[in-house]
């Protein structure tokens, strides 16, 4: 199989500022009258009413919010809402916001896109349906090879272990920074990485991050939950397939500063005096990354600003081809991380006109201001992982700015260093008045041959001494 990587151009800089929650005052949501909530056992995270035949609709997203609802309020779907039978049931509130829903469910064909607010974990849309077979295309069960997008989880595994941006690593034909390996979709360079550290722990980065699950070479789900890593190996971590939604998921964090908020689809649970259920469980967050970590990802993936309307973003495309062509994007703004898929789409079709109808959407309706991101960090070491083997071109760009590296000592020849032996031994000359030093003092060793072992230690780095 053969990878297409691509990515957006660095651009601009500043501080972050983060939206965190969905806002929900309940006694503003619109109804009929404009006073409350409409009757209906689903709603909007506005109030109004979902359609009535959603659940049959959506079977896999109704079927997400009813194992949300029982694990969270103890509460079963014959306990809902419902006009005839249960008047005083109970009615959901749900996280999907309806401009981003209605303009997701405009995608045709097998494509699928998800969208989840930065900070609080709230799917605000989710949106995918197989054609022929009406499957879920952007859940666990139907997950799809990222290729290129999964580069910032491997990145977010170097910087996490101490390596900076500016780290460099081993490419099929040149040595690269850990920045340019993604932002270029240097695929060897990102084997590189991800070898260094190992597919457990770029795995535990990843489940950190937000994604629950990975399908393996033959296809069958792994819960990354439950560390089952055998038979992964790191230089196919693009192959194997992820949900779309856990993608959505793992770019929020890093929007939200390295914080990790579980995605969920229950904003509240109200009773028939509209007063609001306490779960028993709440939503999951955790510190999944440094700020200086997440910090650094969103600089890797700056987009050109112009992009979506003078404002900053970061976000990785990629297109994998299998039997098919599959185009990924998933980026974000501070407000929202979006998550785009499709499969054999044409052009225009793909990942990233499905990220943008959502961004767009989501910007003009919420109102999202534009946010500058705060540029690179600075943090970590510049590290030489994966080229101090040997693999490093002694004629590149990193040894000609550190030719004192110990990786790049192999960039002289053979003549150079005895050149250079014999400059070192001339300060420790005892007569160098001697007019003919090779003739009147035989017995001094010749420079060729005093330092063999110096010689043959500064040529193990590198092949072609």
């Given at each position: 199989m053969q990878f297409t990587r691509m990515h957006l151009a660095?651009?601009?800089?500043?501080?972050?500022?983060?939206?965190v929650g969905v806002s929900i005052v309940l006694g503003n949501l619109p109804g009929d009258d404009g006073a409350?909530?409409?009757?209906?056992?689903?709603?909007?995270?506005?109030?109004?009413?979902?359609?009535?035949?959603f659940p049959d609709t959506h079977t896999a997203l109704a079927d997400r919010v009813y194992a949300e609802l029982e694990a969270r309020y103890g509460i079963t779907p014959d306990q809902l809402y419902d006009a005839d039978a249960r008047p005083d049931g109970y009615r959901v509130v749900l996280t999907l916001d309806k401009a981003l829903?209605?303009?997701?469910?405009?995608?045709?064909?097998?494509?699928?896109?998800?969208?989840?607010?930065p900070g609080s974990g709230a799917v605000l849309c989710y949106a995918g349906t197989d054609p022929d077979t009406g499957a879920d295309l952007v859940g666990a069960a139907s997950p799809h090879p990222p290729s290129a997008v999964f580069d910032m989880i491997t990145a977010a595994t170097a910087l996490e272990a101490g390596a900076s941006i500016e780290s460099r690593w081993a490419d099929e034909d040149a040595d690269v920074t850990l920045a340019q390996a993604v932002s270029e979709g240097r695929g060897d360079a990102m084997d590189t990485v991800a070898g260094e550290y190992?597919?457990?722990?770029?795995?535990?980065?990843?489940?950190?991050?937000?994604?629950?699950?990975?399908?393996?070479a033959d296809g069958a789900v792994r819960d990354l939950a439950a560390g089952d890593y055998t038979g992964l190996t790191a230089a196919d971590l693009g192959t194997y397939p992820v949900p779309v939604v856990d993608m959505a998921s793992v770019y929020a964090t890093i929007a939200a500063g390295g914080t990790y908020a579980e995605t969920h689809f229950v904003a509240a649970v109200l009773d028939?005096?509209?007063?609001?259920?306490?779960?028993?469980?709440?939503?999951?967050?955790?510190?999944?990354?440094?700020?200086?970590?997440?910090?650094?990802?969103?600089f890797i993936g700056l987009g050109e600003s112009e992009a979506i309307e003078d404002r900053d973003f970061f976000g990785v495309a990629a297109d994998y081809h299998g039997q098919t062509t599959e185009s990924w994007f998933v980026g974000a703004i501070p407000q929202l991380s979006v998550a785009a898929w499709s499969n054999g789409g044409g052009?225009?079709?793909?990942?990233?006109?499905?990220?943008?109808?959502?961004?767009?959407?989501?910007?003009?309706?919420?109102g999202y201001e534009a946010e500058d991101l705060p540029g690179a960090s600075g943090a970590g070491e510049d590290l030489t992982g994966g080229i101090d083997d040997g693999s490093v071109d002694p004629?590149?760009?990193?040894?000609?700015?550190?030719?004192?590296?110990?990786?790049?000592?192999?960039?002289?020849?053979?003549?150079?260093?005895?050149?250079?032996?014999?400059?070192?031994?001339?300060?420790?000359?005892?007569?160098?008045?001697?007019?003919?030093p090779t003739t009147s003092e035989p017995e001094e060793p010749e420079p060729t041959t005093s330092e063999p072992e110096e010689t043959t230690s500064e040529c193990t780095t590198w092949p072609f001494c």
């Open positions: 660095v651009g601009g800089a500043a501080a972050l500022v983060l939206a409350g909530t409409e009757d209906a056992a689903l709603l909007y995270n506005d109030g109004r009413a979902l359609p009535a035949d829903q209605d303009a997701a469910e405009e995608t045709t064909g097998r494509a699928g896109v998800v969208a989840v607010e190992g597919v457990e722990t770029v795995l535990d980065t990843a489940n950190g991050m937000g994604l629950t699950a990975i399908a393996d028939s005096g509209d007063r609001e259920i306490e779960p028993g469980q709440g939503v999951r967050t955790d510190r999944a990354l440094a700020e200086t970590t997440a910090q650094d990802l969103q052009e225009g079709e793909g990942g990233v006109a499905l990220w943008r109808t959502v961004i767009d959407t989501a910007i003009e309706a919420n004629s590149g760009e990193y040894c000609r700015s550190n030719p004192d590296d110990a990786a790049c000592g192999a960039s002289t020849s053979p003549s150079e260093a005895e050149s250079s032996s014999e400059a070192e031994e001339e300060p420790t000359e005892e007569e160098p008045e001697e007019p003919e």
